[in-house]
């Protein structure tokens, strides 16, 4: 969402950043705010930004596709869990192709014009030569590298994406009448779209610049411009003298000869396009810059499960990534996120969540949560588990077992008789205890209140199935403690 509390540049720019909040790209704006706000909060953590994700289907179809693409994933090794995903690949990698996702998605629903999607090549295409160069420097931030390479000429891209005459009349210009890009800006809109970039940025809340103000000199700012210079100048073939002398600079910064710099742009070039059609955008990849119109091996598209759907093969993937897990070294808190999310996503559930018992006030409260109207449980899911008037969820816990509560039929009259159930508006929603040496420690909780779905025998087998591995891991957990 844009950001009205940043004022807007005067002229007739102003009135162009105007138009583009007008238009507001919800999917670029709000999504990446989303993921800012994740990794700069306190509760900075896998799960704070697997959540983010998690809320939006398509966009966790399309995180799990690139993550397991040869681009950032060369060994193979399957990922099912967008949880596991930002443990292998790191937060800042996740976070940069969310940037790349939002950036295609907003983008190319508008009209979509050739020049439009040449931004959007050239702009990949920098952001991975950036981020190699960066890299090949000990760069402490080189996903930082990348998303602001990528959004250098942000500006450039929102408005070939706009839905505006102006756009069609510079296009023309430059197209058919040989006018320079500049001069046919100025002319038809009043500046140069290199200045719409900064102003659109700090509008939306996203990163833009990079480098050290006040430090001279500034290789990371260099990087970011001869990335550009490269994407910029390679459509035209590596033979070009203006792509000859960046090759010089590359090879310099890669430590390396011309040749062995020439070899690594071109693999960088493959990667890109094999990078954007993981993205969803076939379009893009094709016009990456430098490729020689080398075919892709194009891959099936991720089935993307709706709100409430069961997805059996996620299902079975992350039970078997969970149990392959259980054996390495990661920590209880991470299974258990992963569970959470194999529940959510594999079961097909609306509201997944994890409550545990706070032994000091004797309290079960929920401490995450995934879905539709997570906050509410968050803040309002609590029951104290010495309670003279024993409820379901006193039962579930003193016993540790596993149920299925419909609280519409007469087996469960009497049973609710506590605030914490008006959290699930008489839908029914199972509950399971999290056990460690048979005393429970928590309760895993999940429901299809919004979608309205029947929890059947079959969902309460596999929720049991998945919270099983909860149990287990905390066992192995406590074992390696005692050893």
């Known amino acids: 969402m844009s950001n009205g509390s940043v004022p807007l540049p005067p002229g007739p720019l102003g009135r162009w950043v105007e138009k583009a909040c007008e238009q507001e790209l919800p999917v670029l704006s709000a999504t990446l705010g989303q993921i800012d706000k994740a990794l700069s909060s306190d509760e900075y953590s896998t799960f704070a930004l697997a959540r983010v994700i998690l809320q939006d289907p398509p966009l966790t179809a399309k995180v799990l596709r690139v993550a397991n693409s040869a681009y950032y994933n060369p060994g193979g090794n399957q990922i099912s869990m967008v949880s596991r995903a930002v443990m292998i690949l790191g937060f800042e990698a996740v976070r940069s192709i969310c940037t790349s996702i939002a950036v295609i998605e907003a983008l190319l629903r508008g009209p979509v014009r ?24 000990h760069d402490p931030a080189p996903e930082e590298m990348f998303v602001s390479t990528l959004l250098r000429r942000l500006g450039h891209m929102v408005f070939w994406g706009l839905d505006a005459p102006e756009a069609e009349e510079l296009d023309q210009a430059i197209t058919q009448k040989g006018e320079s890009e500049e001069r046919a800006e100025s002319r038809i809109l009043g500046f140069s779209l290199d200045r719409l970039s900064e102003p ?26 001869l990335a550009w210079e490269v ?45 954007a059609h993981a993205l969803g955008s ?111 969820l006193v039962d579930a816990m003193d016993r540790c077992r596993s149920l299925l509560i419909e609280p519409s039929t007469p087996e469960w009259y009497g049973k609710l008789d506590h605030p914490v159930y008006s959290l699930f508006e008489g839908r029914p929603f199972l509950c399971q205890a999290v056990a460690l040496k ?20 079959e969902t309460w087998d596999n929720f049991r199935l998945l919270v099983r591995q909860a149990d287990i ?11």
Request: with cysteine; hydrophobic share 40%.
């Open 114 to 137: 050739q020049r439009l999607v040449d931004e959007i090549a050239r702009a990949l295409f920098a952001a991975v030569i950036a981020r190699r160069l960066a890299q090949h420097r």
């Open 231 to 275: 994407a910029s100048e390679a459509a035209r073939g590596w033979e070009q003298p203006a792509v000859v002398k960046s090759l010089r600079e590359v090879a310099w910064f890669l430590s390396t000869t011309e040749s062995d710099a020439l070899q690594v742009l071109r693999s960088l070039a493959s990667d890109t396009a094999q990078f």
């Open 282 to 392: 076939d379009e893009v990849a094709r016009r990456v810059p430098g490729q020689n119109g080398a075919l892709l091996q194009l891959e099936s598209e991720s089935k993307v499960s709706t709100l409430g759907e069961a997805d059996p093969g996620t299902e079975m993937r992350v039970l078997h990534e969970i149990s392959t897990n259980l054996l390495d070294s990661l920590d209880v808190n991470s299974i258990l996120e992963m569970v959470l999310e194999g529940i959510h996503r594999g079961v097909g559930m609306d509201r997944t969540a994890l409550a545990f018992l706070d032994p000091r006030s004797g309290e079960v409260r929920c401490k995450l949560a995934l879905g539709v109207h997570r906050r509410r449980l968050m803040e309002e899911f609590r029951f104290a588990v010495v309670d003279l008037n024993r409820h379901a």
């Open 438 to 457: 048979g005393k429970s420690v928590g309760l895993f909780l999940a429901d299809r209140h919004e979608s309205r779905r029947e929890i059947d025998r």
């Open 473 to 483: 891991a905390l066992a192995l957990a406590a074992g390696n403690r005692e050893t």
């Open 200 to 225: 659109l940025a700090d509008r939306w809340g996203i990163p833009w610049k990079v480098g050290r103000p006040g430090a001279k000199p500034d290789p990371r700012g260099r990087i970011q411009e």
